[in-house]
């Protein structure tokens, strides 16, 4: 099983491009996650869905849309992109949730610059 | 390279020893705790939970310790490897608003 896969693993944007970062899993997970990590920081939520076709806001949502068509993958988009949201990007998927019933696995990460 | 933290609270111990690795939670409603480790370049890694009725688990090398008292976890890994070298972090899930809350790390460095 592959687990958690995230692409692109790297990526550099100019401020105000878009991008989109994908995120599949193949453990059948309803519950799905995205997370931002920055030095000096714990994981940070972005968004989160609860099955496929809902989403939901986290911590820090500003900035980011996400979406859920399919069960096994979770999208989440930078519509114009700021230096601010330089960052490492991961995905993570549970099979119960969201959060306090099982541990979450997560990708290997994306990691964004925006100049 | 690492992008966890800069100045992370590094654990340096010799092949072979015992590590433990503290984590102080704050909130006294957390139901449920959760271990990572974390490679350089590398997602984190689930290692073991242990949920607030409990005060230790145990699994292969690892075992984790609930002190609900003064809040307080630990991770215990028997026989350091080299390969165990990593960020440790917990990470706590307030109840009953099921918010998880994830620690900054704490770096393992281990040597021969």
């Known amino acids: 099983n592959a687990g958690v896969t995230q692409t692109p693993k790297f990526r550099v944007l100019k401020t105000g491009q878009s991008m989109t970062l994908l995120c599949a899993q193949d453990m059948n997970h309803e519950y799905m996650y995205w997370y931002r990590q920055d030095p000096g920081m714990g994981l940070r939520l972005i968004h989160y869905s609860v099955g496929e076709g809902t989403t939901a806001k986290g911590e820090v949502p500003d900035g980011y849309n996400v979406s859920r068509l399919k069960k096994q993958n979770f999208l989440l988009g930078l519509e114009s992109a700021a230096p601010s949201q330089t960052s490492v990007y991961f995905c993570a998927s549970s099979y119960f949730g969201p959060f306090g019933s099982s541990p979450l696995h997560f990708g290997n990460g994306t990691r964004l610059t925006v100049t | 390279g690492e992008s966890v933290g800069l100045h992370l609270p590094t654990l340096s111990v010799q092949e072979g020893d015992n590590s433990i690795i503290n984590c102080a939670y704050s909130n006294s409603a957390s139901d449920y705790f959760i271990w990572y480790k974390q490679e350089s370049g590398k997602g984190p890694q689930f290692i073991i939970d242990?949920?607030?009725?409990?005060d230790k688990r145990q699994g292969q090398r690892v075992t984790v310790l609930l002190n609900k008292t003064v809040k307080h976890l630990s991770l215990q890994i028997a026989a350091t490897q080299p390969g165990d070298s990593a960020v440790y972090f917990c990470a706590e899930n307030i109840s009953p608003t099921d918010k998880l809350i994830f620690g900054t790390g704490t770096r393992l460095q281990v040597f021969p």
């Open positions: 242990i949920r607030s009725n409990m």
